[in-house]
């Protein structure tokens, strides 16, 4: 057929079958190309293929470049010698300051491997087996890899989607996205520009491993930062702060599920401070099992379940009406001292308080008393940090009064999202699939942090029993 018999858009009969029944069909017609004009398309497409390249990548152009015209002017040997002084002088910075050698080299050398060798590579198959691919008029549309990040645990890829999509469509293959790229976990997380997403793919759990408690006062004796408590880790490997001032934290977790290492724990980063008399500790635990082992830490301290611990709570409230009462209108910013010391009302079972207690009227007490502290105490620094181990409705009903929630394991599903807000789970919250065994879960749990919806995994550093007697002497050292 010649190169203009038909115009573009005509379509011509193609004799498909020896069926004499078969309707005819129809197809573009085939036009022979000259082998000299291929060969030119050819190499034109090749010519501009190799300038975007370099145009991409311009550091390694001017790396080899460089190298290649210095071996050019100066002969390999010097240039073999400049090479082992720049590997040498690596190695110094990688020998003396290892941190800012990971962060500035390893990373980045790291990202870049994993974006070519392992993201780009699968993309293709991947996108298209977990159906996140188009295809229209035989033409295949896939999502663009726009940046790779990594930590020593954790891939992060940032994802241009095709347009029209959503993360919703994201999440429901997340898992397929994982098994694709070799990662154990992978989680979809919004990005600040619509139209792209994150991906972050978990290679290796931070936290499959227990972590020791935390040293006291490893942050300098005098500055206890009321606003960022250092009791754990994060899932990237970075500290888990948590703040207490101008909060209430809220920890449910099942039974077992590492609710004293989180308790624990805040003790412990407000050691140094309390020892200064800048904060008080004022423990209630109805169970008598948790807080009463380490009792003489607390300033204050009852398990008394005829009435004892509703009067604790009361004193609070007391204390927090005098200090309104005082601050109102003069400031709004409270600072602890040591005439108002920072109060955390930290109580192990809030539940016993308002639901499993006998007494009627101790409970109505204890609701109210609580109900006054949450909404009321923040900002004349009074701060209630409450366990539970059953977040549904009917037992608590002042769980939004709690700004700072945390979910541990939990037996239900649908418990998630109570304690840590609507779409939670979906959002990769799954604190109901957190392992019982307590040396792999004890202490795992979920949190939402100020700047994000999508809540983060963390673990508790486990305080244990010779810990908490010696925070009790740290303390009686300074009597
Ligand atoms: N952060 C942690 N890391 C590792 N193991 C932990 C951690 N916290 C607790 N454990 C282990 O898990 C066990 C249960 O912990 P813990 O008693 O604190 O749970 P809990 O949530 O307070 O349970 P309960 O509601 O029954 O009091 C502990 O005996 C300890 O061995």
Known sequence: MGLRKNAPSDNVM???????????????PIWHMPPALVLVVNLVRALVRLAGFLARHP????????LGGLTYALGWRLVAVLAAFAAVCLGCWAAYWWDSFVRLVGYPARARWRHLFVYRRHWQPVMVMSGLAFYRNAREYLPVIKRVAVTATTDRVLVKMLSGQAPGIWRDHAENLAHGFGAALCRIRTASRPGYLWLELVRRDALAEPLPALPVGA??????DLSSLPIGRREDGSTWRLRLLGTHVLIAGATGAGKGSILWGLVRALLPAVRAGLVQVWGIDPKR???????????RYSDDASGGMVELLEAAVTEMQKRAARFGGV???????????????????????TAYCPERDLRKRADAALATLTSQGRSVGICVVGALQDPRKDVINIRNLFPTRIALRLDEAEQVDMVLGDGARDRSALADQISPIPEVGAGVGYIRLEDSP???????????????AAMAGYLAEAA
């Open 454 to 468: 999508d809540p983060v995994r963390v673990r508790a550093a486990f305080v244990s029993d010779t810990d908490i």
């Open 331 to 353: 400031t709004r910013t409270f600072i602890a001292t040591a005439a108002d010391p920072f109060i955390v009302v930290m109580v192990d079972e809030l539940a016993f308080l």
């Open 59 to 66: 550091i390694a152009v001017v790396i080899v470049g460089g």
């Open 289 to 299: 099992m948790e807080l009463a082992f380490g009792r003489d830490v607390f300033n």
């Open 219 to 224: 942050e300098d004796d005098h500055a206890v």
């Open 14 to 28: 193609v004799p498909a079958t020896a069926d004499p029944f078969e309707s005819p069909k129809w197809a573009p």
